[in-house]
């Protein structure tokens, strides 16, 4: 079975005026939320076995604290086309991922990333994994899909079930 994790990127600080959207990097509080995905990850035994990164500084961050906590892992491919990215263009990457790669991890940006796990959700997806996304993806949020084909070309037209979905907020024992 084909596992796809889709996570949005932590919070992003906006105190440098002078930073473009692509530059800015993570606050405290989208550091703390990569924290605790990556340890929902390690407790649900979801390591992911390849990795598809936005070159965006926050995408990149992310990524980097949650590569920290994370056994040892892949190296992230990091791509520049995956900054605000369509669903088409975030589909388009997936569906190229390696055929024995059992569980991928895509870290990138809404609206795209939202809109492309709500068109992955289908039929057999969890009621309250679907209740969860209703109300939006948020920064660090974390989906996981369970693919209903056996490669990741044929993921767009077989979908799959949300089987997850983690907001950090929720998690978080502070």
């Given amino acids: 079975m084909k596992r796809l994790l889709l996570m949005r990127h ?4 906006w105190d440098e ?3 473009t959207d692509f530059d800015r990097p993570l606050n405290p509080s989208g550091r703390r939320a990569g ?3 990556a340890q929902w990850l390690i407790a649900n035994d979801l390591v992911p076995d390849t990795v598809l990164v936005s070159s965006a500084k926050r995408t990149s961050q992310t990524w980097d604290i949650v590569q920290e906590i994370l056994p040892a892992g892949p190296k992230a491919d990091v791509l520049q086309d995956l900054y605000l990215a369509s669903p088409g263009t975030l589909l388009a990457h997936i569906e190229r991922i390696a055929p024995g790669t059992g569980t991928a991890l895509v870290i990138a940006h809404n609206p795209g990333l939202e ?3 709500r068109l992955m959700a289908g039929p057999g997806s969890m009621k309250a994994a679907l ?3 209703q109300l939006g993806f948020p920064t660090a ?3 996981v899909i369970e693919l209903n084909g056996e490669t990741w070309r044929t993921m767009s037209a077989e979908g799959g079930k949300l089987k997850h979905f983690v907001r950090p907020d929720e998690l978080d024992d502070d």
Avoid: I
């Fill in 131 to 133: 209740a969860d996304l």
């Fill in 35 to 37: 924290k605790t995905v």
């Fill in 10 to 13: 932590g919070k992003a600080d």
């Fill in 17 to 19: 005026e002078k930073l």
């Fill in 141 to 143: 949020g974390l989906a």
């Fill in 115 to 117: 809109t492309l796990c």
